[in-house]
């Protein structure tokens, strides 16, 4: 107990240096005491929760051996859970780690020293998958609560595995070995730098303020997310004039309506309100795009752009602290900066060479995205606005543009686009082309919500190879915006896991009696998220540690997602995946063809806009400035038209500050964009109408993209299949600027 109090009293005296740090430390400090407490009862105790409200042997958190049982899962399970599979994994790594200690070199071999480890991992890595899941998608106070305490401890333990000398020298040994074949040994090397950025090689006070530093960003991180979410639930509008809705789709009108009823006994109305607005995509976006209120948007855009930007969700200095924090592990791990501990995993190596992709991309999209500008400008001047356009005017003047060159609307667009057919339809696409079948198997794996379905796939040989949770619909009371895959489960010779992927998309739900309608962008957003999916799914890799979607450079993982995304610019496939859900007709060949135009429109604008965010990412993770000071700089170089002072986006910028995943590595969505554009293009080479031509490139493609997973580098699976490295110039095409 003295050692421990000396540990406390050591981060105390570090803080009095560092007194902004102070609340922080604290945190860290009581978090870190709850840890071990809850591990030196844990071994005095063995049947601590034996005799309490939950007994391990019914946590539902503990039953690896089956899917989640989500029904039986209570908060008060969490806790327990984690600490009880903290513990058997704490004990088991001990133990491996003493027979690495005593055995000989020659007894060293993937199968003693790796394989161990596989097993090992899987129990605590399989509960904690679910209880972050659920932390995404039933966010709750309690649910909070008991991840906040838990977290550290998964923190700590991933300090321990990565800085284990005894693991770190058997891996560098092993990493000679003849025996090994090119899966495991980019498994072994892959391992290896981990371990180095994990802190392996440090000792003393670096060692011990490295370990606190991740404990403060696994705070720290968490916290942001919590404030977007907090910030975003914390504004709504309620509208009764119906001069606010005019010009929205009826099915946004019927969404807000429903969002002014809900949690009452009262019947919506879409025609005469109320109707309440709020911040998250499916119910924003509709406003800033058709609302002719101008007030409105006004309000909607500035709610929008400052949220978790001051008062009690504030995220601003929360930005500074991880930047500061990040910047200190880069430096107690002998790098300039975080940019470079980031990029050098990665494809791209060096921030050189993403700054170089940025820039080439920036000078051919730049100049087009002013003269779109100005093009929205002079039309908006000649339909009779009078006004200076302004952000809240962009988007609608966009809307209505769009509509006069290509005669399409979205509310045109949605009625062919009904949720199942949709779905129908991808299925039927990755059968033709990769030889799957995808059968749903609603009630073979419990759910976490009604709406959420569950899917299992078989290959040619009708052996079942893979399963799906799909999770399609908004809950902006308790689920994370944006749409993600979760490698739930990987794919596992050793211990005969096939994997299993859970989707989360945010779409509009089913609005009234109608069914879920999509628009263009929510198919794509699908399409890109099944394309994470295939990949996790249909690896034939045999190791977890480089399955699916593990171990691809973290620049090359969306390349499979952004594939999926060009299929809906095929005829055959729109027809396959639309039918209007009053009359089943697909989507009419005229207004495929004005899809198809409309994909160029603005395409230097939309370049742009993710150029911005690649460059800020890179340079908040490279410059010691202000971040206020950092997005000034880079709005001057990668934004037309420049944001207001209020703007915080920074604040809500969870890719990069939510976690640590796109930290210093937003480029990727470029980079890999650049792959997967050059990959379909030898589809497009090929006749995307001759579907005998189709299936075998599919094959192919499922081959090597989809079944190499993270074993081979993804420069070397690109060439298997283009037969060359790829172009960038392809990518710009795709934009429309070549």
Not at 532 to 551: R, Y
Request: glycine share 6%; proline share 5%.
């Amino acid at each position: 107990m003295a050692a421990l109090w000396h540990i406390v009293y050591g981060v105390f005296r570090y803080c009095r240096r560092r007194r902004k740090q102070l609340l922080l430390c604290i945190q860290a400090a009581v978090l870190f005491l709850i840890w071990k407490w809850a591990f030196r009862t844990l071994e005095r105790s063995p049947s601590l929760f034996e005799d309490g409200a939950v007994e391990n042997k019914n946590n539902p958190l503990l039953s690896s051996m089956h899917f989640p049982r989500f029904s039986d899962i209570k908060v008060e399970h969490v806790i327990p859970a984690i600490m009880l599979a903290a513990e058997r994994f704490q004990n088991g790594l001990e133990r491996h780690v003493e027979w690495l200690k005593s055995s000989k070199l020659a007894e060293r071999t993937w199968k003693t020293v790796v394989e161990p480890l596989e097993v090992l991992e899987f129990p605590l890595g399989y509960t904690w998958n679910i209880v972050s899941h659920l932390y995404s998608v039933k966010n709750s106070p309690s649910l909070r609560s008991a991840y906040q305490q838990v977290q550290p401890v998964q923190v700590n333990l991933k300090n321990n595995f990565s800085q284990s000398l005894p693991i770190y020298s058997a891996f560098k040994e092993l990493s000679s070995s003849q025996a090994l074949d090119g899966v495991q040994s980019r498994i072994i090397q892959t391992f290896l730098l981990s371990a180095q950025h994990g802190g392996v090689e440090l000792q003393g006070d670096s060692k011990k303020r490295f370990n606190h530093i991740h404990l403060q960003l696994a705070n720290l991180t968490t916290k942001f997310r919590n404030n977007i979410l907090d910030a975003t639930k914390a504004f709504s509008l309620l509208l009764t004039n119906i001069s606010s809705v005019k010009g929205l789709p009826e099915t946004a009108r019927q969404l807000l309506a429903d969002n002014a009823v809900l949690g009452t006994d009262q019947r919506s109305d879409p025609d005469h309100g109320p109707w309440k607005v709020t911040l998250d995509d499916p119910s924003y976006y509709p406003v800033m795009k058709y609302s002719n209120d101008r007030a409105l948007r006004k309000m909607l855009f500035h709610a929008r752009i400052s949220r978790a930007g001051s008062g009690e969700f504030d995220n601003s200095g929360i930005i500074e602290e991880i930047r500061k924090l990040r910047q200190e592990i880069a430096e107690i791990l002998g790098y300039r900066n975080y940019a470079e501990v980031s990029v050098v995993s990665k494809m791209a190596q060096r921030v050189p060479a993403v700054w170089n992709l940025l820039r080439f991309l920036r000078n051919h999209s730049y100049t087009v995205a002013q003269q779109e500008l100005v093009g929205l400008k002079e039309f908006a001047k000649t339909s009779g606005f009078t006004e200076e356009l302004e952000h809240w005017d962009v988007m609608y003047w966009t809307e209505k543009q769009q509509k006069a060159l290509f005669n399409l609307t979205e509310d045109q667009v949605r009625p062919y686009f009904p949720f199942e057919r949709v779905l129908s339809g991808l299925f039927q696409l990755s059968s033709d082309l990769f030889g799957i079948k995808i059968v749903p198997a609603d009630g073979a794996a419990e759910v976490w919500d009604p709406a959420v379905r569950f899917f299992n796939i078989y290959d040619e040989k009708e052996t079942h190879i893979a399963s799906f949770y799909l999770d399609p619909y908004s809950r902006p009371h308790e689920k994370s915006s944006g749409a993600w895959m979760l490698d739930f489960i990987s794919r596992s010779r050793q211990l005969k896991n096939i994997p299993v992927a859970i989707l989360v998309c945010n779409q509009i739900p089913p609005v009234g009696s109608k069914p879920s309608l999509m628009s263009f962008a929510e198919v794509s957003t699908l399409f890109h998220e099944f394309g994470h999916g295939l990949q996790h799914m249909l690896t034939t890799v045999p190791h977890a540690a480089a399955s699916g979607t593990n171990n691809i450079e973290w620049d090359a993982v969306e390349v499979a997602s952004h594939f999926m995304e060009n299929w809906l610019y095929d005829h055959r496939t729109v027809m396959s995946i639309s039918g209007h859900f009053q009359t089943g007709e697909s989507l009419p060949l005229h207004m495929f063809e004005q899809i198809l135009r409309a994909r160029y429109f603005h395409g230097g604008s939309a370049m742009l806009g993710q150029l911005y965010l690649a460059a800020l990412d890179m340079e908040l993770h490279t410059s010691p400035d202000p971040w206020i000071t950092v997005k000034k700089r880079i709005t001057d170089q990668f934004s037309i038209l420049k944001p207001p002072s209020e703007d915080r986006f920074p604040c809500t910028f969870q890719h990069i500050f939510g976690g640590d995943s796109y930290a210093a590595g937003y480029y990727s969505y470029k980079w890999a964009e650049v792959l997967a554009q050059d990959l379909f293009g030898a589809f497009e080479e090929a006749g995307l109408q001759n579907r005998e031509k189709m299936s075998a490139l599919g094959h192919r493609y499922r081959e090597t993209v989809l079944s190499l997973g993270g074993g081979t580098p993804p420069q070397e699976v690109f060439r298997m299949f283009r037969g060359r490295d790829p172009s960038a110039e392809v990518l710009l095409r795709s934009y429309g600027l070549l």
